[in-house]
């Protein structure tokens, strides 16, 4: 009977052909947190919340949640696209397609492949994949592994520009969505394990014309260029390889930067501006009004790609605007976002890096274990390359004002060596011998954490592999994340209770989103197991087959 319905359903949609003035535009992009009738952009929302104001689904009847629909991406690689819903169409990516799929019934309504050289997968780090698409004004907007930047009709997927952001044989690639804000499509690009330069495109969404580049090592001559020895920012990393946040009021655009090039920081002695930052512009011209510097002079990996959330949060009882991040350092951070100044700081998982980072200056106190390794030590560094949390976006939950994460529990040895720049192999400068997870402790949670205090309101503890899952939070009080081993589930927000669960078929590493039509809420995971946690080569993963979907779940 569900079934009868939701064809019904897909069919008088169909029919409900929309006039190209009611296109989706600028405006529509602005209100997409509170329009649940879609998602339009990556983060469900400029301010990357991943919250939705729906609560058919929530504590009380989460129970009945039942699969409505299943898709598969005919793709065994690693599946971290979240799906964009626009007038009755879900758009997803793979790293070597793109699809329009009916959100009611799961029925493939276009498919377009994308051809990709051979020798492009040897380098991709890490992970064959791609995160989605961007939607403005009719068209479709992805990025690919050997780092072009694609517009495509969203009628019918075919292509109307290419353009060649970077050339991938130096070691960069491009995996995720496009952020379009005030009429101009951003891009990132990855690569900063190979000795690459970083950088944010700004394009024009009609004709694929480059508008800007801001480069994200700042070079001799130019602002911050005197945080690096002679020429190394040219080969100093701050790769850009998430996708950024936008305030509308503040015309503001937040991009996280990534690690600094190569990894031994001894070799570009220096703060290294701007690499483990985030980076504050305006979208028209790429001008940057401010820049917050995590961690200075850089040893670890420790990427500030994942940007984070826009939040409005009461601080002394006063109403602040900010963008909290859950730092890959291991410390939570909140900063006021119309200036970059630092209001809190404070370890979400186990750090010894540092001590602590000093609020007036804004900078990290490193800790004797840093001091050790500057000096030549070898020694166990709290958290290890992944981070406290890795590339997963957290989620926001207004009513309780907690940040909802997939957060590690894991270090890694770490010792200086020589580094030696080799085109398109890794330049590191350091005895990489993996990560060490603790024997007697789990390796991750899923973790509800006060942006103020970075201490944990509760924690679900992963039973084998963390989670590298983003989470979606709900106003049905619920959090919504996937486990490495294929259940994807429903907790209470409250209190981290697991409420529902559903195994997929395969791990996942993907983004859970939800959406309503006609008064019914519907909750879409792409499912498909690998990305970064397939580097460590964890016999655990033998378990989980590969193989790509998307699943669409309502209540019975
Ligand atoms: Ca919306």
Not at 74 to 89: A, K, L, R, T, Y
Not at 327 to 338: E, H, Q, S, T
Not at 537 to 552: L, Q
């Amino acid at each position: 009977m569900q079934l009868t319905r939701w064809l019904a359903a897909g069919a008088a949609l169909a029919a409900l052909a929309l006039p190209q003035a009611q296109a989706q535009n600028a405006e529509a992009l602005k209100a997409d947190a509170t329009t649940p009738g879609d998602i339009l952009t990556y983060g469900m929302g400029y301010s990357n919340q991943r919250y939705s104001p729906l609560k058919q689904i929530n504590t009380q009847t989460v129970a009945k949640l039942a699969p409505a629909w299943s898709y598969s991406l005919n793709n065994p690689q690693s599946h971290e696209s979240q799906p964009i819903v626009h007038e009755g169409v879900m758009y997803v990516t793979t790293h070597n397609a793109t699809m329009a799929i009916n959100p009611l019934t799961g029925k493939q309504i276009w498919k377009q492949d994308i051809e990709l050289p051979q020798d492009v997968f040897k380098m991709a780090c890490c992970g064959i994949l791609n995160r989605g698409v961007a939607i403005y004004e009719g068209k479709l907007y992805r990025v690919t592994l050997d780092s072009h930047v694609i517009a495509m009709d969203a009628k019918t997927g075919k292509q109307l520009w290419k353009r060649k952001a970077a050339n991938y044989q130096d070691g960069h690639a491009m995996t995720s969505a496009p952020l379009i804000a005030n009429g101009v499509v951003m891009t990132g690009i990855a690569g900063g394990e190979y000795g690459t330069r970083g950088f944010i495109d700004g394009w024009d969404p009609l004709t694929g014309k480059n508008l800007w580049r801001i480069y994200t090592t700042a070079a001799p001559g130019e602002k911050g260029g005197d945080t690096w020895p002679g020429d190394t920012a040219s080969k100093g990393g701050a790769p850009t390889w998430l996708t950024g946040a936008y305030d509308p009021e503040l015309d503001l655009v937040y991009w996280g930067t990534g690690n600094g090039g190569p990894w031994n920081a001894e070799l570009r002695k220096g703060d290294n501006l701007y690499i483990c930052s985030v980076v504050a512009f305006r979208p028209k011209t790429g001008e940057m009004v401010w820049h917050y510097q995590f961690s200075p002079n850089d040893l670890y990996d420790y990427d500030a790609t994942e940007v984070g959330m826009l939040v409005d949060i009461k601080i002394d009882g006063k109403p602040r605007k900010v963008l909290a991040q859950a730092n890959r350092n291991g410390f939570f951070y909140v900063l006021d976002r119309a200036n970059g100044k630092l209001l809190a700081a404070n370890p979400y998982v186990k750090v010894n890096w540092a001590d602590k980072i000093d609020l007036a200056s804004g900078r990290p106190v490193e800790s004797a274990v840093t001091q050790k390794i500057r000096a030549g030590g070898d020694e166990m560094v709290w958290p290890s390359v992944l981070g406290g949390k890795n590339w997963q976006p957290m989620s926001w939950n207004p009513a309780t004002g907690l940040a909802y994460a997939n957060t590690l529990n894991i270090s890694w040895p770490y010792k200086l060596t020589k580094a030696e720049y080799k085109k398109g192999e890794w330049y590191l400068g350091v005895d990489f011998r993996g990560v060490d997870m603790p024997k007697d402790q789990p390796h991750g949670y899923l973790s509800a954490i006060d942006p103020m205090t970075g201490k944990s309101k509760w924690q679900l503890a992963w039973p084998g592999q963390p989670s590298m899952a983003g989470t979606l939070s709900t106003a049905g009080g619920l959090v919504f994340t996937g486990a490495a081993t294929g259940e994807f589930m429903a907790v209470d927000a409250n209190n981290g209770k697991k409420l529902w669960e559903f195994q997929t078929g395969s791990g996942i590493i993907g983004l859970p989103v939800t959406w309503e039509h006609q008064g019914k809420q519907y909750v879409t995971i792409t499912v498909g197991a690998g990305g970064v946690w397939a580097l460590l080569g964890d016999e655990r993963m033998a378990a989980t087959p590969a193989g790509g979907s998307v699943w669409t779940f309502a209540i019975k």
